[in-house]
C-alpha cells in the first residue's frame, strides 16, 4: 500500500501531537493532614520537619490534650505529635553548629482545657539532632526554671551567626494585637554570651510595625536587618550600626505589614552579598482603623548590592505579577527565588482592621507561584510561566521550606484565634498539607551517592556521584550548592543560605570534586544540605555538618 506526501505529512504531524509534554512543576496534595495549623516549619534531617502551632485546640492529640508540636515524615507524607510546655505561637528558630534545633520566644498565653501550658514568652525549646528516620523517640527539651531567654519576646527573629550560635532580634513584651507598642528592641545570643540584652537603637526607630524584623548574616560576619521601612547593617563584634538606604516609596515590610526578604546566593570567589525584599505595603504604620483588608499590598521588588558602591547607588526597584502581603521567599538550589503564599490585599494580625473577612485581616489569596532569576535583565527577572495554582489559600500564619528531596513543603495558614473550620468560612484553619515539585522530579536526575559526614571549610571534596544519560551533553551548566533549609514563620525564611561551590565532574562522571567555603562567616557552621544541579535538574540534597560539629560558645 503507497501513501501520500500529503498522508505522511500528517502522520508524522498527528505523531508530534501526541508525544508526551515536558513535565512542568506540580502542586502535590497529601493524603495526610498536618494535625497542628504549621505556622512554623524548620527541616531537622534528610526526613523530618517539625512543625509549630499556638497552643490551641487542633484536633493532633497527645497525652490527652491538643498537640502545638509534630513531625511531619518526608518519605512518608505522615505527622506525628510532639509534647511541647511552652507557647511556641509566634516563635522563631534556627540549628546550631552542633545540628540543635532552638525554637526561642512565644506567646505568653495558655488555652482553656489545657493546664499544662507554660507561658512562652522567654521559652527555648531544643530538639537535638535526630537519629531515627521516622523520629522514633525523638522528643522536645524544655526547662524553663533554668533554660530561658534574657528578656520576653514574642515575634522575634534569629539567625545562626559565624560562630555557630543564635542572634535573636526584637519582638514583644506581651501578646499584642497589631502594632508592636511594648518593644523588646535588643538584641540577645543563644547560648547566652552576655548577661544583659543589647539595646538597639535601629528597632525603637523603625517602631511601631517592626514585629520580625528581616535578617541576614553577611559573608563578612556583620548582618543586614530590615525593619519597617529601614535598613542597617549591624556589626555584632563592634556591637555598632551603619544606617543604609530606606526601602523605596514608604513601603513597609514586617509584621503586621508583611513582605519578605532574602539574602540571594553568593558566589565564589568574592561572596557578594545582595538582598531583595519583595512585598509588604505602601504605608505608613497608621490607626489600624484607617486599614482594611482590601488594603492593596505592593507589587515592588527593591534589592541592594552591599558593597560600598552598591549602598551608594541605592535600591534597585523591579515589581512582581501581582501586589502581594505575606509572601515568602526561598532559595531553588539553581539559584533562583520562589515566590509563593501570600495576598493581594490587607495585612497580617488577626480581626483588627475594617472589613474584615471573617477573622482575616487579609483577602484575595495569591494561588500561583512565580520564580525570580536573579542574573536575569532588570525588568524580565520574574516570571510564573508554566506555574500553577495551589487552590489552598496560605495567607497568615502559613509556611514553606525547601526539603532535601529537592521539592517544597507547603503547610498552614490560619487567620483566627483557634481552630476554626466548616462551611462558608473562607480563610479557615488549615491543615492539609501540600509539595510543590519542580520539573526535575519527574525525570531521571543527577545522584550524590555518598558524602562525608563533616566538611571542614576551605577544603576540596570529592565524592562519587551517577548522572543519567540525559545530563551528559558537553558545556552542560553544573552547580554545586550548599545550603541551610531556613526556618519558616511569618513570611519570613530566617537563616536561608544558598553558597554556591567551586566544582568539576571528572571526565568519566563518576566523581564530583568541589570547594568548601573559606571560613564561619560565608557559611556559619552547622547542618547544610548539598546539592548538585546540571542543566537546572537538581540532585536528592545530601545532608552534612559544615565544620567540626561543635556546640557554639557560651557565656561561660
Not at 511556641?88 to 506567646?107: E, H, Q, R, Y
Not at 493546664?115 to 527539651?141: H, K, M, N, V, Y
Not at 509556611?399 to 462558608?424: C, D, E, H, K, Y
Given at each position: 500500500?503507497?501513501?501520500?506526501?500529503?498522508?505522511?505529512?500528517?502522520?508524522?504531524a498527528s505523531?508530534?501531537?501526541?508525544?508526551?509534554?515536558?513535565p512542568?512543576?506540580?502542586?502535590?496534595?497529601?493524603?495526610?493532614?498536618?494535625?497542628?495549623?504549621?505556622?512554623?516549619?524548620?527541616?531537622?534531617?534528610?526526613?523530618?520537619?517539625v512543625?509549630?502551632?499556638?497552643?490551641?485546640?487542633?484536633?493532633?492529640?497527645?497525652?490527652?490534650?491538643?498537640?502545638?508540636?509534630?513531625?511531619?515524615?518526608?518519605?512518608?507524607?505522615?505527622?506525628?505529635?510532639?509534647?511541647?510546655?511552652?507557647?511556641?505561637?509566634?516563635?522563631?528558630g534556627?540549628?546550631?553548629?552542633?545540628?540543635?534545633?532552638?525554637?526561642?520566644?512565644g506567646?505568653?498565653?495558655?488555652?482553656?482545657?489545657n493546664?499544662?501550658?507554660?507561658?512562652?514568652?522567654?521559652?527555648?525549646?531544643?530538639?537535638?539532632?535526630?537519629?531515627?528516620?521516622?523520629?522514633?523517640?525523638?522528643?522536645?527539651?524544655?526547662d524553663?526554671?533554668?533554660?530561658?531567654?534574657?528578656?520576653?519576646?514574642w515575634?522575634p527573629?534569629?539567625?545562626?551567626?559565624?560562630?555557630?550560635?543564635?542572634?535573636?532580634?526584637?519582638?514583644?513584651?506581651?501578646?499584642?494585637?497589631?502594632?508592636?507598642?511594648?518593644?523588646?528592641?535588643?538584641?540577645?545570643?543563644?547560648p547566652?554570651?552576655?548577661?544583659?540584652?543589647?539595646?538597639?537603637?535601629?528597632?525603637?526607630?523603625?517602631?511601631?510595625?517592626?514585629?520580625?524584623?528581616?535578617?541576614?548574616?553577611?559573608?563578612?560576619?556583620?548582618?543586614?536587618?530590615?525593619?519597617?521601612?529601614?535598613?542597617?547593617?549591624?556589626?555584632?563584634?563592634?556591637?555598632?550600626?551603619?544606617?543604609?538606604?530606606?526601602?523605596?516609596?514608604?513601603?513597609?515590610?514586617?509584621?503586621?505589614?508583611?513582605?519578605?526578604?532574602?539574602?540571594?546566593?553568593?558566589?565564589?570567589?568574592d561572596?557578594?552579598?545582595?538582598?531583595?525584599?519583595?512585598?509588604?505595603?505602601?504605608?505608613?504604620?497608621?490607626?489600624?482603623?484607617l486599614?482594611?483588608?482590601?488594603?492593596?499590598a505592593?507589587?515592588?521588588?527593591?534589592?541592594?548590592?552591599?558593597?560600598?558602591?552598591?549602598?551608594?547607588?541605592?535600591?534597585?526597584?523591579?515589581?512582581?505579577?501581582?501586589p502581594?502581603?505575606?509572601?515568602?521567599?526561598?532559595?531553588?538550589?539553581?539559584?533562583?527565588?520562589l515566590?509563593?503564599?501570600?495576598?493581594?490585599?490587607?495585612?497580617?494580625?488577626?480581626?483588627?482592621?475594617?472589613?474584615?473577612?471573617?477573622?482575616?485581616?487579609?483577602?484575595?489569596?495569591?494561588l500561583?507561584?512565580?520564580?525570580?532569576?536573579?542574573d536575569?535583565?532588570?525588568?524580565?527577572?520574574?516570571?510564573?510561566?508554566?506555574?500553577?495554582?495551589?487552590?489552598?489559600?496560605?495567607?497568615y500564619?502559613?509556611?514553606?521550606?525547601?526539603?532535601?528531596?529537592?521539592?517544597?513543603?507547603?503547610?498552614?495558614?490560619?487567620?483566627?484565634?483557634?481552630?476554626?473550620?466548616?462551611?462558608?468560612?473562607?480563610?479557615p484553619s488549615?491543615?492539609?498539607?501540600?509539595?510543590?515539585?519542580?520539573?526535575?522530579?519527574?525525570?531521571?536526575?543527577?545522584?550524590?551517592?555518598n558524602?562525608?559526614?563533616?566538611?571542614a571549610?576551605?577544603?576540596?571534596?570529592?565524592?562519587?556521584?551517577?548522572?543519567?544519560?540525559?545530563?551528559?551533553?558537553p558545556?552542560?551548566?553544573?552547580?554545586?550548592?550548599?545550603?541551610?533549609?531556613?526556618?519558616?514563620?511569618?513570611?519570613?525564611?530566617?537563616?536561608?543560605?544558598?553558597v554556591?561551590?567551586?566544582?568539576t565532574?571528572?571526565q568519566?562522571?563518576?566523581?564530583?570534586?568541589?570547594?568548601?567555603?573559606?571560613?564561619?562567616?560565608?557559611?556559619?557552621?552547622?547542618?547544610?544540605?548539598?546539592?548538585?544541579?546540571?542543566?537546572?535538574?537538581?540532585s536528592?540534597?545530601?545532608?552534612?555538618?559544615?565544620?567540626?560539629?561543635?556546640?557554639?560558645?557560651?557565656?561561660?
Amino acid at each position: 500500500m503507497k501513501l501520500s506526501l500529503f498522508s505522511l505529512l500528517s502522520f508524522f504531524a498527528s505523531a508530534a501531537v501526541a508525544a508526551p509534554a515536558a513535565p512542568g512543576w506540580r502542586f502535590d496534595l497529601k493524603a495526610e493532614r498536618s494535625g497542628i495549623v504549621a505556622l512554623e516549619a524548620i527541616v531537622v534531617s534528610p526526613t523530618l520537619v517539625v512543625f509549630f502551632d499556638r497552643a490551641s485546640d487542633d484536633p493532633l492529640q497527645i497525652n490527652n490534650h491538643s498537640a502545638w508540636g509534630a513531625l511531619w515524615n518526608l518519605e512518608t507524607s505522615t505527622v506525628r505529635p510532639l509534647d511541647v510546655l511552652t507557647n511556641s505561637f509566634c516563635a522563631s528558630g534556627a540549628l546550631l553548629s552542633n545540628g540543635t534545633m532552638a525554637s526561642v520566644g512565644g506567646d505568653p498565653r495558655g488555652f482553656p482545657g489545657n493546664p499544662d501550658i507554660e507561658p512562652g514568652l522567654q521559652g527555648i525549646r531544643i530538639f537535638e539532632p535526630c537519629a531515627s528516620p521516622t523520629g522514633d523517640g525523638c522528643t522536645l527539651f524544655e526547662d524553663p526554671q533554668t533554660l530561658h531567654l534574657l528578656e520576653n519576646r514574642w515575634y522575634p527573629s534569629s539567625i545562626r551567626i559565624f560562630d555557630g550560635s543564635l542572634l535573636i532580634v526584637g519582638g514583644t513584651h506581651v501578646n499584642e494585637n497589631f502594632y508592636n507598642l511594648h518593644p523588646a528592641n535588643s538584641f540577645e545570643f543563644f547560648p547566652p554570651k552576655e548577661s544583659t540584652p543589647r539595646p538597639s537603637a535601629f528597632l525603637e526607630r523603625s517602631l511601631p510595625a517592626n514585629l520580625f524584623p528581616r535578617i541576614f548574616a553577611l559573608p563578612d560576619g556583620k548582618v543586614f536587618m530590615v525593619a519597617g521601612n529601614q535598613s542597617i547593617i549591624y556589626d555584632i563584634e563592634a556591637n555598632t550600626e551603619r544606617i543604609l538606604p530606606d526601602l523605596p516609596n514608604n513601603v513597609h515590610v514586617t509584621n503586621p505589614i508583611d513582605g519578605s526578604a532574602i539574602l540571594l546566593p553568593l558566589s565564589p570567589p568574592d561572596f557578594i552579598p545582595e538582598v531583595l525584599v519583595c512585598g509588604g505595603t505602601q504605608t505608613d504604620p497608621i490607626d489600624p482603623s484607617l486599614l482594611s483588608s482590601q488594603t492593596p499590598a505592593t507589587t515592588q521588588c527593591s534589592r541592594i548590592t552591599l558593597t560600598e558602591e552598591g549602598i551608594a547607588k541605592g535600591w534597585e526597584v523591579e515589581h512582581m505579577l501581582e501586589p502581594r502581603t505575606m509572601p515568602e521567599l526561598v532559595h531553588v538550589p539553581n539559584g533562583q527565588i520562589l515566590i509563593a503564599n501570600g495576598a493581594r490585599s490587607g495585612f497580617a494580625a488577626i480581626k483588627q482592621v475594617q472589613d474584615p473577612i471573617g477573622n482575616s485581616n487579609s483577602d484575595h489569596a495569591v494561588l500561583v507561584p512565580s520564580l525570580y532569576t536573579p542574573d536575569a535583565p532588570l525588568g524580565q527577572r520574574i516570571s510564573n510561566a508554566g506555574m500553577p495554582s495551589s487552590g489552598i489559600a496560605r495567607v497568615y500564619h502559613s509556611s514553606i521550606t525547601l526539603t532535601p528531596q529537592g521539592n517544597f513543603l507547603v503547610a498552614g495558614s490560619n487567620p483566627n484565634a483557634n481552630t476554626t473550620v466548616g462551611p462558608g468560612i473562607k480563610f479557615p484553619s488549615e491543615f492539609r498539607v501540600q509539595t510543590l515539585d519542580p520539573p526535575f522530579m519527574f525525570v531521571e536526575r543527577p545522584k550524590i551517592l555518598n558524602a562525608p559526614e563533616k566538611l571542614a571549610f576551605n577544603k576540596s571534596f570529592t565524592v562519587p556521584i551517577s548522572i543519567p544519560s540525559t545530563l551528559t551533553r558537553p558545556g552542560a551548566k553544573v552547580q554545586v550548592s550548599l545550603m541551610d533549609l531556613g526556618f519558616s514563620s511569618h513570611a519570613f525564611h530566617s537563616s536561608a543560605r544558598l553558597v554556591f561551590m567551586d566544582a568539576t565532574i571528572s571526565q568519566d562522571r563518576k566523581s564530583l570534586t568541589f570547594t568548601t567555603p573559606p571560613n564561619g562567616r560565608v557559611f556559619p557552621p552547622g547542618p547544610a544540605t548539598i546539592f548538585l544541579t546540571i542543566d537546572d535538574v537538581t540532585s536528592e540534597g545530601a545532608w552534612v555538618m559544615m565544620g567540626s560539629g561543635n556546640p557554639p560558645p557560651t557565656l561561660e
